[in-house]
């Protein structure tokens, strides 16, 4: 389906729908990541994907998509919220390899996983405990073209990220704005995210991994971050760089956001320098 229907679907869904959103605040949901967890353009958060509280419920529809010359990326995801307690979400990603894949002989090849994530809240409260609101968040990952991930050694199609979440809004600080941190532990095995499979040559074994979101909203609507996402090689063809992003997010209201990012993701799979634009829309419902 062309980007930009799915962007205009998504659009009247979040204009459109009927439900009522939950009571949170504004922006408390965070957006949708990469994985398709609430959270920011390459990392989850702790927060719970809508707005629902208390007996509450709702479904976030997303869309994002990334392109960086060399490849491009695109994913789809449905999330469902409960009681700002429990997250379930699916991912459909799509990374196609424009310049490689004519490389090894593949002009349109792709490689195309699915994200099966859940994440609980533990404890703390993003705003009104003095300490960070902290999830436990899973993520079933299975590599659905293993072609290329075998053929540049990886040892699995699917593997399972863990990974625990502190994350906390600051009412007023830094300088009179609302602040916002969140600080990631995660075990995983994956290769860029699970793209190139998991496991390989070089190490098969659990990685902890460190991420970081910081930013500011400029406005009750408008926020600006910071991503950091750290990487380990698994495989030895090609070594795996830290991702950043820099990222704006609007939310007109409770039922829309958009989000647009410059993404330096450093080299991947032998191809260097590679940045570019990320946009991401979300509806909640």
């Not at 957006?31 to 479904?59: C, H, K, M, N, R």
């Not at 990374?95 to 195309?112: E, F």
């Not at 704005?177 to 390989?200: Q, S, V, Y």
């Amino acid at each position: 389906m062309n980007n930009t229907v799915v962007f205009i679907i998504i659009f009247l869904i979040s204009q459109n729908t009927m439900a009522q959103t939950g009571s949170r605040l504004i922006g408390t949901s965070g957006v949708t990541q990469i994985e398709g967890s609430s959270g920011s353009g390459l990392l989850p958060w702790a927060t719970i994907s809508g707005y629902a509280d208390a007996a509450q419920s709702d479904f976030t529809l997303s869309y994002s998509s990334l392109d960086t010359k060399d490849y491009r990326f695109s994913m789809k995801s449905l999330s469902w919220g409960w009681n700002n307690r429990l997250e379930l979400s699916v991912a459909k990603q799509q990374l196609d390899l424009q310049t490689l894949g004519p490389v090894i002989g593949i002009p349109d090849a792709q490689l195309k996983q699915t994200v099966i994530g859940a994440k609980l809240r533990l404890f703390g409260h993003l705003i009104y405990s003095k300490y960070p609101q902290v999830s436990l968040g899973l993520q079933y990952k299975s590599n659905n073209e293993f072609l290329v991930p075998s053929m540049v050694g990886a040892a699995k199609k699917q593997g399972v990220d863990v990974y625990l979440s502190a994350t906390k809004l600051f009412l007023s600080k830094p300088f009179g704005f609302n602040g916002f941190a969140t600080f990631n532990l995660r075990a995983t095995k994956a290769n860029e995210i699970g793209l190139l499979g998991f496991g390989g040559d070089i190490n098969n074994d659990y990685r902890i991994l460190v991420e970081n979101s910081f930013g500011v909203f400029v406005k009750k609507n408008v926020a600006l971050g910071f991503d950091f996402r750290q990487k380990k090689s698994n495989l030895g063809f090609a070594k795996e760089s830290h991702w950043r992003d820099v990222f704006v997010s609007w939310l007109p209201n409770k039922h829309l956001s958009l989000t647009l990012a410059y993404v330096d993701l450093g080299g991947v799979a032998t191809l260097k320098n590679q940045q570019g634009l990320y946009l991401s829309i979300s509806g909640v419902f």
